[in-house]
């Protein structure tokens, strides 16, 4: 039996309690991550949903984010919401920094009305049928170069999005019961472990 994936949960801010949750329930050991010493020795990591601008604000410290520019660049992870935000290579409403990791632009709080806050059944590529999308104040992918992969879209726009080792949505799984995209997540980090030269 292989040992189980180590996923970090960035734990700054936001909603990360129930990414852990779901990495447990497909059988992953979930790690919050608080320090950039942390990201050490991670097989994948979730940057979860929160205010974005205040994550910028905790990764000044530290160098924490340097250390998770250069882990985002060649290690599986996957961003909901403002961690969406923060892999994109541009962000706007307002400009802000970011990881610049993944070649999407993004706009901020494009669903930032409370009506645009929503739960939908939207078609996706993955197997199994339409997705819950659970929206709060998202962002709208408002460009994904064409190498990104969309596997599911808001309004035509891309809402879930994959390029290489990286994964983002623009909606939060961890809310809803539909474990697919974490599990999507979970293959994707093994994939990249098996692949590493030790
Ligand atoms: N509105 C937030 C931001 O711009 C994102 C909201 C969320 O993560 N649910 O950072």
Request: aromatic share 6%; with cysteine; charged share 20%.
């Amino acid at each position: 039996m292989t040992a189980p994936l180590t996923i970090g949960v960035l734990a700054l801010q936001g909603a990360y309690e129930a990414h852990a949750a779901m990495l447990r329930q497909l059988g992953a050991t979930a790690i919050l991550v608080r320090k950039p010493e942390q990201l050490a020795g991670l097989d994948g990591l979730i940057i979860p949903g929160g205010e974005s601008t205040t994550f910028l604000k905790h990764l000044e410290r530290a160098g924490f984010f340097d250390a998770l520019t250069t882990f985002v660049q060649s290690t599986p992870t996957f961003g909901t919401c403002a961690g969406t935000i923060l892999l994109a290579k541009e962000v706007g409403n307002p400009p802000q920094r970011s990881l610049a990791a993944m070649d999407i632009t993004v706009e901020r709080n494009f669903y930032g009305r409370q009506n645009d806050s929503v739960i939908l059944q939207e078609p996706t590529t993955l197997p199994g049928g339409p997705l819950e999308m659970v929206y709060i104040r998202a962002p709208r992918i408002a460009h994904a170069d064409p190498q990104v992969e969309v596997l599911a879209r808001r309004n035509g726009d891309p809402a879930l999005v994959r390029e290489g080792h990286l994964l983002a949505a623009t909606f939060h799984p961890e809310l809803g019961h539909d474990t697919r995209i974490h599990q999507l997540f979970l293959d994707m980090t093994a994939k990249a472990k098996a692949e590493k030269p030790e």
